[in-house]
C-alpha cells in the first residue's frame, strides 16, 4: 500500500492520513523509533484518523512509513490469530484445582498416594503403565505445586482456547505421559519422577505450533509459523532446561506437544473446539486419569 501525499495543515505542520485508528498508532510508534515527534489526530473533514508532523521532517516520515509497508507487505499474523479463535480458556482453573486437591490429598495421606503413583525405573519390569500418567499429577511439594500451576495456567489456558477444551487437554496429558516415558529410556540410573511440568511443557509444544492454521495464507505463513517456533523454542529453553528440574521429561513432553500440535492444526474443521469430537476428547482424558488412579490404588 503507498502512503498518501502529506497535506499541508495550519499553522504548522504536516498530516499523513491513516486507514483507522490502528494504523494510525502503528505508524506513529515507526516514526517514534526513527526519532520523528508524531501527534495522533481524528479531524472530522473526512481525513479521519491523521498522523501530524513537523513539515521539515515529513519527507523523512513518508519515507520511514513507505519502508515498513515493503518491509510488512503480506503480514497478517494480527488478524488470522483473531479469526482462528486464540483466546484464554478458564476450563484450565479445573485442571489447576484438582492438582492442588490432589496434593491436598497426598499431603493427608501421608506419602501413599505419592508412592502409589509416582514414576519410576522399575515400570518396565513391573508393568505399572498407568505411574506414565499419574505422576504427570502429583508433587513433591507446594513449591513445586505453585511453579507447575503457575506457568499451565497461562500455557494449558491458551491451548485449550487455541484448539478446543477436550484436545488440548487430552494432547497435554499424552505428552506428560510421553515425558515419563522418555525418562524411563533415558534416565541413567534408578530414579523416581513426579510433577505436571511434563504435561506444561505439553500445552507449550500446542502453542509453539499453533500458528501453522494460518497456512490457508501462504503470504503471512511463513512468517507467523516461523514466529511461532521461535518463541516457543526460547520459552521451552527459559522454563523446561533448568538443570535442577527433570530435563528429560520437560524435553519428551515438549516433544510430544508439538507432535500433538501439528497432528491437531490438521484435523478438519468439524471436529473443532465446539465439535462433538472436542468434547469426547475431553472425556477421554477425564477417563484414562481415572482408571490410572484406579490401576494405583488397586495395587497399593
Not at 515400570?123 to 505411574?131: D, H, K, Q
Request: proline letters at 4%; glycine letters at 14%.
Amino acid at each position: 500500500m503507498q502512503i498518501e501525499p502529506v497535506i499541508p495543515t495550519e499553522p504548522a505542520g504536516v498530516v499523513l492520513p491513516a486507514r483507522s485508528r490502528r494504523q494510525a498508532m502503528d505508524w506513529s510508534l515507526v516514526l517514534a523509533s526513527q526519532g520523528i515527534e508524531v501527534t495522533i489526530d481524528h479531524q472530522p473533514d473526512g481525513l479521519g484518523w491523521v498522523l501530524i508532523v513537523d513539515p521539515a521532517q515529513a519527507a523523512a516520515a513518508q519515507a520511514h512509513l513507505r519502508q515498513y509497508q515493503r518491509e510488512n507487505r503480506g503480514w497478517a499474523l494480527r488478524r488470522r490469530l483473531r479469526d482462528l479463535g486464540f483466546r484464554f480458556h478458564w476450563g484450565a482453573l479445573a485442571w489447576a484445582g484438582g492438582l492442588m486437591a490432589l496434593h491436598a490429598l497426598s499431603a493427608a495421606t501421608g506419602e501413599g498416594l505419592e508412592l502409589a503413583g509416582c514414576m519410576t525405573h522399575t515400570v518396565a519390569a513391573t508393568g505399572e503403565w498407568w505411574r506414565l500418567v499419574t505422576a504427570t499429577m502429583l508433587h513433591a511439594d507446594a513449591g513445586h505445586l505453585a511453579a507447575n500451576v503457575a506457568t499451565g495456567l497461562v500455557t494449558l489456558g491458551l491451548a485449550m482456547g487455541r484448539y478446543g477444551a477436550g484436545w488440548a487437554l487430552l494432547t497435554a496429558l499424552l505428552a506428560g505421559a510421553l515425558g515419563n516415558l522418555a525418562g524411563l529410556f533415558l534416565h541413567p540410573g534408578p530414579y523416581r519422577g513426579l510433577g505436571a511440568s511434563g504435561m506444561v511443557m505439553g500445552a507449550l509444544g500446542l502453542l509453539t505450533v499453533q500458528s501453522l492454521g494460518v497456512w490457508q495464507s501462504p503470504r503471512a505463513a511463513w512468517r507467523s509459523v516461523l514466529a511461532g517456533v521461535a518463541a516457543g523454542t526460547l520459552l521451552f529453553v527459559f522454563l523446561g532446561l533448568n538443570p535442577r528440574s527433570d530435563v528429560i521429561a520437560h524435553a519428551g513432553g515438549y516433544a510430544g506437544g508439538l507432535l500433538g500440535g501439528l497432528l491437531l492444526n490438521g484435523l478438519p474443521a468439524r471436529w473443532g473446539p465446539r465439535s462433538v469430537a472436542n468434547l469426547a476428547a475431553g472425556t477421554a482424558a477425564g477417563l484414562l486419569a481415572l482408571v490410572c488412579w484406579l490401576e494405583a490404588l488397586a495395587v497399593r
